[in-house]
């Protein structure tokens, strides 16, 4: 066993030795496998050390570094055996038991590369060679960067503008096989033209890059010399002015799905990507640019601007372009800026008007006519129904207004008076509900008769209805036994004055309105007695013998405008009052009684002579006939006052009356004279005779002009008598220069003068 031993480590000392002498021929000697590791890694060398047959074994393993052995293992004697030069720090480690042995080298170092061959001998087989050519790599350097000047730069370059070319050299010193350096744009290869550089031991790659948005994200430089591991990269940011390639506006708050509703603030979002530097973002509603509501907060990693707008709605921004605009201030104004663009749609409760259709009244129509009317409306979303109300009550379908009230337009054929009132309609949509202000319709009809032809005082009255209010009337007036006569006023008023001809009959009226709309159908109609409009009896007269005849004297009463006197004879045949004479008297004016200084004006109307049993009458009278006639009879006393002397009737006493009258005139004038002085310091005293009632009514028939047949007090006769002025007594001119029957008006200081007597 000893000799065995030592036998061995003698062989393998020769071999050892030997084989330092025969190299290894890669090929001739044994196939060569390539084996790459990098610098300061392990890596493993295997050799196959089976022996082919069962009856053959293992004799020995050597491991040679370019025919250096550093490794060897004897089977016989179990012993390893390591290089002290090479196995530095417990670097080398063998796996004899594993098959194929393996022998693993760690923290390689660059000397390490070499060719490694592997020999293994059997006790019977021949002796077997492996080799492995391996090749440790060493890895260059980090990749730095030079401008086109030289200079170094680091981690950050720029800026630039889009579009801008980027010339820039990517430098790499050392590396084992010598490395390749490629430019990337993230995982993109933009540019792999490397080559060597003019300092020694250093490559390059000069980049020429026309920048754009995408391929200046995320600049990297990679220099790679094995698959072993990843290259080494050196990353390169490149400030690059950009505008926003997307701007988008977002509704976040007060809105229904994209509908913003009218008065309801709602807010909007604004996002703007990829603008370097940050951007400004700006509203604009229209043209109307938003400064107050907005804000803006900028995300600098992903450069992101968001800038929110409250906003409130009004009807009329419905369709307006709300526009987000977001401007790169570090950028050419022509390409510096990105908008979104949304048109609103503002909802709002429906906004209504109530028109009425036709001929451009605007609230007028005739009977008749078509009443069209229109609820105008202006909504979003549209109007879902419709509504009408008149009077401020809600129109359900009925007779008057047919069997649809829900639509956008009304429509009476035929209107009626009934349907003049207040209308006003509502629209609702999804929003709400509105309602017009109400809209008064006025229907026109013609004129018709109300309550007829009315007399107050002197006028007539034409009542009737009409819209508008009548203007014209046309009348036709036709007083009893005249011709018709044909008025036309303004006014419903037709004063008498306008009439000619004498009232005291019966008048025909009628009259016909009209206010433009249509000629009334009927006329009114009524037939008048003006009696009422005579003036009142006379109720202050007397009697008195003045100027040689009979005077009837009464106080003016209102309203007359002349007088009448009678004189009533008893028939000598039957005991009736017959007309004997008749005359006016009087000036006409019936403010008589408010003039005149001291007392009150007198009507006289001379009655000629009067004979015991005679009645004087008196009546007031206009152009609507006379009053009741006021009766008096002459007293004894008057009678005898108006006795005619004796000398009137002898023809021989007229030479002596001459000369006797004239001296009694002369002494009697005087007498007078004096009396008049003191009887005008008396007050006047007018007595009144009042008659009973019989003979009221017997004279009243009197006063119409007419007498038929009537009473008296004394008898029944049927006197007739037309005023007849023949039969009026011839007048005595001499004393008393005025005609019996002529108006007249009293001299205003005139009065009683002479004679003065009572009646009884
Ligand atoms: C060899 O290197 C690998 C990876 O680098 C490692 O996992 C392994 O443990 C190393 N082996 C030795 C023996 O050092
Ligand atoms: C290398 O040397 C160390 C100690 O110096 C030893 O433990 C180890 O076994 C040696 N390697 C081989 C393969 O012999
Ligand atoms: C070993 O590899 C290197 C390249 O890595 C080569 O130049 C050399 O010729 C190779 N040797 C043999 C023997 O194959
Ligand atoms: C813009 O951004 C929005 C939301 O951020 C996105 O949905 C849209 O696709 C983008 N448009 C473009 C052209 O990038
Ligand atoms: C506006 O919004 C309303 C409610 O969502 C909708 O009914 C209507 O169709 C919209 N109008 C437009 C023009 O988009
Ligand atoms: C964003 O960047 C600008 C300058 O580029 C800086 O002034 C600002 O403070 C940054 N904002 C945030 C939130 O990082
Ligand atoms: C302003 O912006 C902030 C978020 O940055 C937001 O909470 C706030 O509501 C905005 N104000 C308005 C008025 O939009
Ligand atoms: C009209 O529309 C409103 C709102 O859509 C609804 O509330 C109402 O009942 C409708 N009226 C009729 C008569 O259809
Ligand atoms: C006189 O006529 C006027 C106007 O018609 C009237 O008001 C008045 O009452 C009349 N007087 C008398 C006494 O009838
Ligand atoms: C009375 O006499 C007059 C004639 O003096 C006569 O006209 C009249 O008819 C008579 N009347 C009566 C009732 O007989």
Same mark, same amino acid.
């Given at each position: 066993m000893?000799?065995?031993?030592?036998?061995?480590?003698?062989?393998?000392?020769?071999?050892?030795?030997?084989?330092?002498?025969?190299?290894?021929?890669?090929?001739?000697?044994?196939p #060569?496998?390539?084996?790459?590791?990098?610098?300061?890694?392990?890596?493993? @060398?295997?050799c196959?050390?089976?022996?082919?047959?069962?009856?053959?074994?293992?004799?020995?393993?050597?491991?040679?570094?370019?025919?250096?052995?550093?490794?060897?293992?004897?089977?016989? !004697?179990?012993?390893?055996?390591?290089?002290?030069?090479?196995?530095?720090?417990?670097?080398l480690?063998?796996?004899i038991?594993?098959?194929?042995?393996?022998?693993?080298?760690?923290?390689?170092?660059?000397?390490?590369?070499?060719?490694?061959?592997?020999?293994?001998?059997?006790?019977?087989a021949?002796?077997?060679?492996?080799?492995?050519?391996?090749?440790?790599?060493?890895?260059?350097?980090?990749?730095?960067?030079?401008?086109?000047?030289?200079?170094?730069?680091?981690?950050?370059?720029?800026?630039?503008?889009?579009?801008?070319?980027? #010339? @820039?050299?990517?430098?790499?010193?050392?590396?084992?096989?010598?490395?390749?350096?490629?430019?990337?744009?993230?995982?993109?290869?933009?540019?792999?033209?490397?080559?060597?550089?003019?300092?020694?031991?250093?490559?390059?790659?000069?980049?020429?890059?026309?920048? !754009?948005?995408d391929?200046?994200?995320?600049?990297s430089?990679r220099?790679?010399?094995?698959?072993?591991?990843?290259?080494?990269?050196?990353?390169?940011?490149?400030?690059?002015?950009?505008?926003?390639?997307?701007?988008?506006?977002? /509704?976040?708050?007060?809105?229904?799905?994209?509908?913003?509703?009218?008065?309801?603030?709602?807010?909007?979002?604004?996002?703007?990507?990829?603008s370097?530097? $940050?951007?400004?973002?700006? /509203? /604009? @509603?229209?043209?109307?640019?938003?400064?107050?509501?907005?804000?803006?907060?900028?995300?600098?990693?992903?450069?992101?601007?968001?800038?929110?707008?409250?906003l !409130?709605?009004?009807?009329?921004?419905?369709g307006?372009?709300l526009?987000?605009?977001?401007?790169?201030?570090?950028?050419?104004?022509d390409r510096?800026?990105?908008?979104?663009?949304?048109?609103?749609?503002? &909802?709002?409760?429906?906004?209504?008007e109530?028109?009425k259709?036709?001929?451009?009244?605007?609230?007028?129509?005739?009977?008749?006519?078509?009443?069209?009317?229109?609820?105008?409306?202006?909504?979003?979303?549209?109007?879902?129904?419709?509504?009408?109300?008149?009077? *401020?009550?809600?129109?359900?379908?009925?007779s008057?207004?047919?069997?649809? !009230?829900?639509?956008?337009?009304?429509?009476?054929?035929?209107?009626?008076?009934?349907?003049?009132?207040?209308?006003?309609?509502?629209?609702?949509?999804?929003?709400?509900?509105?309602?017009?202000?109400?809209?008064?319709?006025?229907?026109y009809?013609?004129?018709?008769c109300?309550?007829?032809?009315t007399?107050?005082?002197?006028?007539l009255?034409?009542n009737?209805?009409?819209?508008?209010?009548?203007?014209?009337?046309?009348?036709?007036?036709?007083?009893?036994?005249?011709?018709i006569?044909?008025l036309?006023?303004?006014?419903?008023?037709?004063?008498? $004055?306008?009439?000619?001809?004498?009232?005291?009959?019966?008048?025909?009226?009628?009259?016909?309105?009209?206010?433009?709309?249509?000629?009334?159908?009927?006329?009114c109609?009524?037939?008048?007695?003006?009696?009422?409009?005579?003036?009142p009896?006379?109720?202050?007269?007397?009697?008195?013998?003045?100027?040689?005849?009979?005077?009837?004297?009464?106080?003016?009463?209102e309203?007359?405008t002349?007088?009448?006197?009678?004189?009533?004879?008893?028939?000598?045949?039957?005991?009736?009052l017959?007309?004997?004479?008749?005359?006016?008297?009087?000036?006409?004016?019936?403010?008589?009684?408010?003039?005149?200084?001291?007392?009150p004006?007198?009507?006289?109307?001379?009655?000629g002579?009067?004979?015991?049993?005679?009645?004087?009458?008196?009546?007031a009278?206009?152009?609507?006939?006379?009053?009741?006639?006021?009766?008096?009879?002459?007293?004894?006393?008057?009678?005898?006052?108006?006795v005619?002397?004796w000398?009137?009737?002898k023809?021989?006493?007229?030479?002596?009356?001459a000369?006797v009258?004239v001296?009694?005139?002369?002494?009697?004038?005087?007498?007078?004279?004096?009396?008049?002085?003191?009887?005008?310091?008396?007050?006047?005293?007018?007595?009144?005779?009042?008659? *009973?009632?019989?003979?009221?009514?017997?004279?009243d028939?009197i006063?119409?002009?007419?007498?038929?047949?009537?009473?008296?007090?004394?008898?029944?006769?049927?006197?007739?008598?037309?005023?007849? &002025?023949?039969?009026?007594?011839?007048?005595?001119r001499?004393?008393?220069?005025?005609?019996?029957?002529e108006w007249?008006?009293?001299?205003?200081?005139?009065? @009683?003068?002479?004679?003065r007597?009572?009646?009884?």
């Open positions: 000893d000799r065995r031993m030592r036998v061995s480590a003698a062989l393998i000392f020769f071999m050892t030795t030997l084989m330092t002498i025969a190299a290894f021929v890669p090929g001739a000697d044994g #060569v496998s390539r084996q790459d590791a990098l610098e300061g890694g392990n890596t493993t @060398l295997l196959d050390s089976t022996p082919d047959t069962a009856d053959d074994e293992l004799m020995l393993l050597v491991w040679y570094k370019d025919n250096a052995p550093i490794f060897s293992f004897d089977a016989r !004697t179990e012993t390893k055996w390591s290089s002290i030069t090479f196995n530095t720090s417990k670097r480690q063998a796996d038991r594993q098959q194929p042995t393996a022998l693993v080298i760690s923290d390689l170092r660059g000397d390490d590369q070499a060719l490694y061959h592997c020999r293994v001998d059997f006790l019977l021949p002796t077997r060679n492996i080799g492995v050519n391996l090749t440790v790599i060493v890895l260059p350097s980090q990749p730095f960067f030079l401008d086109e000047l030289g200079n170094k730069v680091e981690n950050k370059i720029g800026p630039y503008h889009e579009g801008d070319t980027l #010339v @820039l050299s990517c430098l790499v010193i050392g590396g084992r096989p010598p490395p390749r350096i490629s430019w990337y744009s993230g995982e993109d290869l933009v540019d792999a033209s490397d080559g060597v550089s003019d300092i020694p031991g250093v490559r390059e790659n000069e980049l020429y890059l026309p920048l !754009t948005r391929n200046a994200q995320s600049l430089c220099a790679t010399n094995t698959q072993l591991t990843r290259p080494v990269i050196t990353a390169l940011e490149i400030e690059l002015y950009l505008p926003a390639y997307n701007v988008s506006i977002l /509704w976040v708050g007060g809105t229904d799905g994209d509908a913003l509703q009218a008065g309801k603030p709602a807010v909007a979002r604004c996002i703007a990507h990829g370097y530097p $940050s951007p400004d973002i700006l /509203w /604009w @509603l229209d043209h109307r640019h938003l400064s107050q509501h907005s804000n803006q907060s900028i995300i600098n990693s992903s450069n992101t601007a968001i800038s929110h707008l409250e !409130t709605p009004s009807v009329g921004d419905n307006a372009t526009a987000c605009i977001a401007t790169n201030s570090a950028m050419a104004p510096n800026s990105k908008a979104d663009v949304v048109v609103l749609n503002v &909802t709002y409760s429906p906004l209504v109530i028109i259709e036709g001929d451009g009244r605007l609230n007028e129509i005739v009977e008749l006519d078509t009443l069209h009317l229109t609820c105008d409306s202006k909504a979003n979303p549209p109007i879902e129904n419709y509504t009408w109300f008149f009077n *401020d009550i809600e129109m359900k379908p009925n008057i207004w047919g069997s649809v !009230t829900n639509t956008q337009t009304l429509k009476i054929l035929e209107v009626e008076r009934k349907h003049a009132g207040r209308y006003s309609c509502a629209a609702a949509n999804s929003v709400g509900e509105t309602r017009t202000e109400a809209l008064s319709i006025i229907v009809y013609p004129p018709e109300a309550k007829g032809i007399l107050v005082k002197e006028t009255k034409c009737v209805n009409g819209l508008p209010e009548p203007d014209t009337f046309f009348w036709h007036i036709q007083p009893s036994g005249e011709e006569q044909h036309t006023t303004g006014s419903p008023v037709l004063p008498l $004055s306008q009439v000619t001809g004498g009232l005291s009959g019966l008048l025909e009226a009628s009259c016909e309105a009209g206010n433009g709309i249509a000629s009334q159908d009927k006329p109609k009524r037939v008048f007695s003006l009696e009422q409009l005579r003036p009896q006379p109720q202050q007269c007397d009697l008195a013998y003045e100027y040689e005849e009979f005077q009837m004297r009464c106080v003016p009463v309203n007359a002349y007088y009448e006197v009678s004189v009533w004879r008893m028939s000598t045949s039957n005991a009736s017959l007309l004997e004479r008749r005359g006016s008297m009087g000036f006409g004016v019936s403010q008589a009684l408010a003039q005149g200084g001291g007392g004006w007198l009507v006289r109307g001379p009655l002579t009067l004979k015991m049993g005679d009645e004087a009458a008196a009546s009278c206009n152009r609507y006939g006379c009053s009741r006639p006021l009766l008096l009879r002459p007293s004894e006393n008057l009678l005898d006052a108006a005619t002397p000398w009137k009737y023809d021989v006493g007229i030479s002596v009356g000369i009258l001296v009694l005139f002369i002494t009697s004038t005087s007498l007078l004279i004096r009396l008049i002085r003191r009887s005008r310091r008396k007050v006047p005293v007018i007595q009144v005779l009042q008659l *009973d009632d019989v003979a009221r009514d017997y004279l028939t006063g119409e002009h007419k007498v038929h047949a009537s009473c008296s007090l004394r008898s029944c006769s049927s006197g007739y008598s037309d005023g007849s &002025t023949e039969s009026a007594p011839a007048v005595d001499r004393r008393k220069p005025r005609t019996l029957w007249e008006p009293p001299p205003p200081d005139v009065t @009683l003068t002479l004679h007597e009572s009646a009884v």
